[in-house]
């Protein structure tokens, strides 16, 4: 809706326009198309001006929106049918102005697009020259330039009118003199309501998390306080704020003043966890709606530093797209966390309301690995790569697990794969620190053992405690791991082995009475290279993400393949 409203479509609302709704679900508005006669690129009169909803006195409520809507959401004193939809409306338009809606994102976004035709436009005018750009009295944004160039300056110049427009019919958001950020005790900010002289507001705010706005009426909650010229800031304050306006308001804005705290680094703030590609939805979860898998990623960020943390300064810009100035959660205690999700209501639907979570990121995290970087302006707080192949651990893109930090500290490179691991808890621990596997590895194989032994597989324990097995699985293949189930009771000691032979009388013919401790009856090394998988499990059978692979090549008779460890811990 805010795209159709936006770009002025002749066509929205009425035509063009398509509606789903998955079983049990909520309606869906989609998919969003054309737009071929809109943001006043041609002599259609109906989309050429920006500086009004159309060219008869309706804000786009054609049939059932104005149920929803309302007919006079134009109108100084909205009358909407349904005010808590009109309301939701204008918090998010307002959210999206700050964010992908902002005339630098615009204008990016327009530069991006135009960057990508900008050869082939030359061949297309010249094979079809009856349409040459920039035709006709309809550029009125184009600030003289022609051609080519002077479509691209209209198209911005149209937008930055329309968006321009849009903020006027509605109360203007309030803010402070400083958007948030550490201060000194007994600090005096500037309350900024958003009016003026000509039209004055209030601002309201709370200092609890809840909404200054009593939802389903135009009164300040019970909980809001009417703002003074400036407020005080005597303990570090999160302020959800609002302005008011008769009985209209705008949307909120969250900042916060940290007292005696410590800004983000590199050293302090860490991703600590990533959901890229978690398991698909539940039939409680598809039954909302949520059938695609990607509803449900998640990142995680930790402060590991001594003191309570400002993060509201900071914004993700490569892999995912999210300012922490619209976070919900803009200061952290040493070793608190936020997270920030794809879609608020299904990670809802799956974790609960008691994570603590920021917001919704723009994007979604690759499933075969991409950059991620988090920046404070020009500064880099975390920029690196993970990736879904060895060295770095793989469960993480087959069987639902998240990737995370072995042992989250300060100063951590976390371009190394090897400080990140899988968390043992199926889809994750958002908000809490993972459950870490125990480093139990395949130390050697013995794939050609000759006449006189079976060939075998040694685990060795590297942690410092005793590991129970019971439950988990050799294989040798990745995408089918519980070929063999440990039995039962098996115990490695602290830095002791293990190992698992192939049969009890090195007869492959026999192997379908092999006890359970022998693996042949259920997979074989080959000598001429071949691969074993080590997958941890419960003893009821489910998975619990951990992996170790060892790949080997052609042996001689009576030759093993064992771990090497390099002076460097490799």
Same mark, same amino acid.
């Given at each position: ?27 869906h ?24 909803w ?18 006079g ?11 808590e ?23 990016s ?5 135009a ?8 061949r ?19 600030d ?35 958007n ?72 909120p ?6 007292v ?90 799956r ?36 990736n ?11 069987? %639902?697990?998240?990737?995370? $930090?072995t042992?989250?500290? @300060?100063?951590?490179?976390? =371009?190394?794969?090897n /400080?990140? *691991? ?15 596997p ?27 405690a005793?590991?129970?097995l ?74 619990? %993400?951990?992996?170790?692979? $060892?790949?080997?090549?052609? @042996?001689?008779?009576?030759? =093993?393949?064992?771990? /090497?460890? *390099?002076?460097?811990?490799?």
């Open positions: 809706y805010v795209m159709r409203t936006l770009t002025k479509d002749p066509d929205g609302f009425r035509l063009s326009t398509y509606l789903y709704m998955p079983p049990n679900g909520k309606v508005y989609g998919p969003v198309w054309d737009f071929d006669r809109t943001m006043g690129c041609d002599s259609d009169t109906r989309a050429k001006v920006p500086t009004n159309a060219n008869v006195d309706y804000f786009q409520t054609f049939g059932w929106w104005t149920d929803i809507l309302g007919s959401f134009h109108k100084t004193t909205p009358t909407a049918k349904r005010p939809f009109l309301q939701d409306w204008i918090d998010r338009y307002q959210f999206h102005r700050r964010t992908v809606l902002d005339l630098n994102n615009i204008n976004i327009v530069d991006d697009f960057a990508q035709i900008s050869e082939g436009q030359v297309n005018f010249e094979k079809w020259r009856g349409q040459r750009p920039d035709v006709g009295s309809v550029k009125d944004y184009n003289g330039v022609t051609g080519w160039e002077g479509e691209i300056v209209h198209l911005k110049g149209w937008l930055k009118a329309r968006v321009e427009y849009m903020d006027d019919q509605f109360v203007k958001v309030p803010g402070f003199s400083m948030g950020g550490l201060v000194d005790q007994g600090a005096s900010i500037g309350v900024q309501t958003g009016g003026n002289l000509f039209s004055p507001q209030n601002a309201y705010f709370t200092t609890d998390g809840s909404d200054p706005r009593e939802r389903g009426s135009n009164a300040p909650s019970a909980t809001a306080e009417k703002a003074d010229k400036t407020i005080v800031v005597n303990e570090t304050t999160t302020y959800t704020v609002r302005a008011e306006q008769g009985d209209r308001w705008s949307g804005v969250t900042m916060a003043f940290v005696d705290g410590i800004p983000a680094t590199k050293e302090n703030l860490l991703i600590s966890e990533i959901m890229y590609n978690p398991n698909g939805g539940d039939d409680a979860e598809t039954g909302k709606g949520f059938v695609n898998k990607d509803y449900f990623e998640y990142l995680e960020l930790t402060n590991v530093g001594d003191k309570e943390m400002y993060i509201g300064d900071l914004t993700f810009t490569n892999g995912i797209a999210f300012p922490m100035s619209e976070s919900k959660v803009q200061t952290l205690q040493p070793g608190g966390r936020v997270v920030f999700v794809s879609d608020l209501e299904a990670f809802t639907l974790y609960g309301n008691d994570v603590p979570v920021g917001g919704e990121f723009v994007g979604q995290l690759a499933n075969g690995g991409e950059r991620l970087a988090l920046m404070r302006g020009e500064e880099v707080i975390q920029d690196f790569s993970y879904d192949s060895e060295p770095w651990p793989v469960t993480p893109d087959q069987f %639902g697990f998240s990737l995370t $930090l042992n989250p500290m @300060s100063g951590l490179d976390l =371009s190394d794969a /400080l990140w *691991t899988v968390d043992m808890q199926v889809s994750g621990s958002p908000g809490a620190p993972g459950i870490v125990p480093a139990v590895v395949i130390n050697e194989v013995l794939a050609n053992s000759g006449a006189n032994a079976p060939d075998a597989i040694e685990l060795l324990n590297e942690t410092s005793e590991v129970d019971s439950g988990w699985y050799l294989s040798d293949e990745a995408d089918e791991p519980n070929k063999f189930t440990i039995p039962a009771g098996t115990k490695v000691p602290a830095g002791g082995l293990v190992v698992f032979s192939q049969d009890n009388d090195n007869d492959p013919t026999n192997n379908s009475g092999l006890p359970a401790e022998f693996f042949g009856n259920s997979f074989g090394l080959n000598s001429t290279g071949d691969k074993v998988y080590l997958f941890s499990a419960t003893l009821e059978g489910e998975l619990t %993400g951990y992996r170790d692979r $060892l790949a080997f090549g052609d @042996s001689d008779e009576g030759s =093993s393949f064992g771990r /090497l460890v *390099t002076s460097a811990g490799d």
